[in-house]
């Protein structure tokens, strides 16, 4: 049985279909999820983290019924640790303050306990040293990772994260990717960005979504595979290529069409295999129909 089961979800807001019959199962281990502005994938991860209902379709979590009983909603909850795209936080909460408004909500009653707890997720996220700021004084990455240290209490089984990299600097980014990779092993990680980067060091598994529907699902390196052969670096810029551009060494890199003369074959990455996958897609917002 996997963590996560989705059958068939679809969802519309208005005259916009967000999700369009989606199935996916997915258990323990990262699993990214790409894709253009407007594919679907806030709305997928909120479905999945029980903040909004999808209008079809079937979901189980843990096994469970979310749509289920009051006692079934909140027995998920419990297990599920969920970063929302935007958090907004009370103007004058400490990290430690805010962290711990959570936590209540999330019923550690014990006051002792849920203390250690907070120091725990607030170390996890390298900010033990900053827990008596203010949220509103931290740098936009510190604040990303308030909201990372919240989804974190209780040790979630499920840990639903929307653009979690976002803000981050690199050394902040490789430190969630450490944090991330050790969770994984026990828990069911579903995350969105539009970082291919990110996807590559840190999914073993990428789910790629565009117009609400599920393009592409399996292991990041069958994803890169499909781009071999159709990635060159080159001294002129490709005529027909999907895209290309003049790297930093001065060469082009081109990526899709016909190899211009004297192009040399490269190893495509994780975003020229995306890129190739969606085509033109890659690049359109979806207008409501
Ligand atoms: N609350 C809402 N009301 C109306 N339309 C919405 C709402 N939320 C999302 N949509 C629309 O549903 C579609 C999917 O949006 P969603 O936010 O899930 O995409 P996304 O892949 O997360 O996009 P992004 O990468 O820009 O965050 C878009 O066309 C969006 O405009």
């Excluded at 068939?8 to 258990?27: E, H, M, N, P, Q």
């Excluded at 306990?113 to 996220?125: F, I, K, Q, S, T």
Aim: one cysteine or more; glycine letters at 10%; charged letters at 25%.
């Amino acid at each position: 049985m996997n963590a996560v089961q989705l059958d068939a979800i679809s969802k519309t807001y208005g005259r916009t279909r967000a999700l369009d019959v989606v199935d996916l199962g997915f258990d323990r281990g990262v699993t990214g999820l790409l894709g253009p502005n407007g594919a679907g994938k806030t709305t997928l991860l909120r479905i999945v983290a029980t903040s909004i209902a999808a209008d079809g379709g079937r979901l189980s979590l843990l096994g469970r019924d979310p749509q289920g009983s009051h006692d079934e909603l909140t027995a998920i909850r419990r297990q599920l640790g969920y970063l929302p795209q935007e958090l907004g936080y009370p103007s004058d909460m400490t990290a430690f303050g805010f962290v711990e408004y959570v936590a209540v909500l999330k019923e550690w009653n014990d006051r002792d306990r849920r203390h250690r707890e907070v120091r725990r997720v607030l170390d996890l996220v390298g900010l033990a040293g900053s827990a008596t700021k203010k949220v509103r004084r931290l740098s936009g990455g510190q604040r990303r990772r308030v909201a990372l240290a919240q989804a974190l209490l209780g040790e979630p089984r499920i840990l639903v994260l929307d653009e979690p990299t976002t803000g981050l600097d690199p050394t902040q980014r490789a430190d969630l990717r450490r944090t991330l990779s050790v969770i994984a092993d026990r828990c069911t990680v579903l995350l969105s960005t539009h970082q291919t980067e990110d996807v590559a060091a840190l999914c073993e598994r990428v789910v790629v979504l565009a117009g609400g529907t599920v393009r592409f699902d399996g292991p990041v390196t069958e994803l890169v595979a499909t781009a071999a052969g159709r990635v060159w670096l080159s001294d002129e810029p490709g005529s027909d290529a999907l895209v290309s551009w003049r790297t930093g060494t001065g060469r082009h890199h081109v990526v899709g069409g016909t190899p211009p003369p004297g192009a040399v074959e490269t190893e495509p990455t994780l975003e020229d295999a995306y890129l190739l996958m969606l085509g033109a897609e890659a690049r359109t917002v979806r207008a409501p129909a």
